[in-house]
């Protein structure tokens, strides 16, 4: 009990951070996704999903830390689809397949994936979404909200790109909007100072929402003292104000079922499991190496989790969830201990629909884009890329390409171009050879690794074809427990002929692969 006790007070207020940056976060990706000519945006859409995400896939998952909600990577392939689809209605039919291709990928153990994603590539993208989010809140910060909050592609719906955005932002700067958020900035950094978080005052009631409170009351004393500095509502939080289960009931959409009858909503299913579970995957692989417990998710589980959360979401009207790293990180760095903090966030979110609407609606957005920054910062940790290149270039290269590319394109896209270049890098490893050659007096030794591949083979025949003529030399597979039969054939073709119209004289240490 007393271990429950001490997770719940450390979850709690965890939740309560992760409520203020999911909150923004949900809105914006929302809207950002509803936003399709002819049909009328849906802010709820993202609430609902960051509510499910919470609840259902945290009450389901063996995530420690990690956190589920909409994904900014999905934004253009809800909008494609519904366009496609030609109603909401339809695309909610296909989140719900979606979610049931997740519980097939689980069942066939699709999660493997994880297990094969470069270290590199990974590192790359927590610093690349870090830099990401401190770039694309800083015109929010200083109130130019003309892109939605949780953009991370390069390229905006607004005609703009993440480094035009910022010049547009300087010349629109609101004096009144600027000194909140960089009032709530510099408190956030203030507050983590180690005299701050010490204080009794932080124990119970999280930083972050001391930060919150101060900004929303700055605010409404430019209101209150008639200076020209109160921010405009358009530049507020926007939660749609429900007062009734009608009300509720009217901003709420269902799946059409007549929808399951057309093969295309099956295909839009398909893209859309794909892709949500990939992104998971990816955060799972980078929570769980960020969790300082270093806890070890069960991908199968985490995907046969988001499908059933998918299928949720699209039954009451929400838009697909995926694992989201920076919803995780904001969960690992205000101290989460357990997936209370993650199930908790998700009762805020409903809360907040049914019940806070009208008092969240004062706070600036700015004072949340300073919090977005803040989880930024903490996962750009510019240590990470110092202790990289000290890896080498094999490391590092394909660490600084994922950076690039996640920075002037997306994430997934992003992603894709890392792991290319990081493919690349272990096919050259692989060439250069998993053998070592020792050169004594009298022979020379060709020492096999462990696992010895066909992609060994090149510099394998490089070495026996740099072999003097008359030599001695000794082919050692003793600490092999695999060679590949491409490889052995070799060795033994070498062994049987080649050597023999040298004169080179052959010892095989590690017989057993020269019977085979």
Sequence with gaps: ???????????????????????????????????????????????????????????????????????????????????????????????????VFQLLFA???????ANYLPSGVIKGMLAAIGITLI?????????????????????????????????????????????????????????????????????????????????????????SSGVSL?????????????????????????????AFTRIEVYWVALTVAAIASLETLLSVEATDRLDPKKSITNPNRELLAQGIGNFFTGLIGGIPVT????????????????????????????????????????????????????????????????????KGWDQFIPFFVTIIAILFTDLLKGIGIGLVVAIFYIIKKNFSGNHEVIKGEKEVEISFGEHVNFLNIASIKNTLRNLPDGSAVCINTERSKSLDFDIRE????FTEVTSKSRNIQVRWVGDQFKKQ
């Design 1 to 99: 009990m007393k271990n429950i006790f001490n997770s719940w007070r450390r979850d709690l207020p965890a939740s309560i951070v992760v409520f203020f940056v999911a909150l923004p976060l949900c809105l914006g990706i929302g809207l950002a996704s509803t936003s399709v000519n002819g049909i009328p945006p849906m802010p709820l859409s993202g609430l609902i999903s960051g509510i499910i995400g919470g609840v259902i896939v945290g009450l389901i998952s063996n995530s420690r830390l990690g956190v589920s909600g909409p994904a900014a990577g999905l934004i253009t392939v809800v909008l494609s689809s519904i366009t496609l689809l030609g109603s909401f209605e339809f695309f909610l039919s296909a989140v719900m397949l979606a979610g």
């Design 107 to 113: 069942l066939l153990r699709a999660g493997i994936i």
């Design 135 to 223: 770039l694309k809140e800083i015109p929010h910060l200083i109130g130019y909200d003309k892109d939605y909050i949780g953009d991370e592609s390069f390229l905006q719906n607004d005609g703009h790109n993440t480094l035009s955005e910022l010049l547009y932002a300087v010349k629109a700067l609101d004096p009144g909007i600027a000194i909140i958020g960089l009032f709530s900035l510099g408190l956030i950094f203030l507050f983590d100072l180690p005299v701050f978080k010490k204080a009794r005052v932080f124990k119970f009631i999280p930083a972050i929402l001391w930060v919150i409170i101060l900004g929303t009351l700055m605010n409404i004393l430019f209101a």
């Design 230 to 258: 109160e921010i405009a509502k358009e530049h507020l939080v926007q939660i749609p104000e429900i007062s009734s289960m009608q009300q509720l009931l009217v901003q709420l959409h269902f799946p059409a079922l007549e």
């Design 323 to 390: 694992q989201v790293i920076v919803r995780s990180t904001a969960n690992l760095n205000s101290g989460g201990e357990s997936k209370s903090s993650t199930i908790l966030h998700g009762f805020w979110l409903l809360l907040a629909i049914l019940l806070f609407a009208p008092f969240l609606n004062k706070i600036p957005l700015a004072t949340l884009a300073a919090i977005l920054i803040s989880v930024g910062y903490k996962l750009t940790n510019f240590n990470l890329i110092k202790n990289q290149f000290s």
């Design 490 to 493: 070799l060795l033994l073709d």
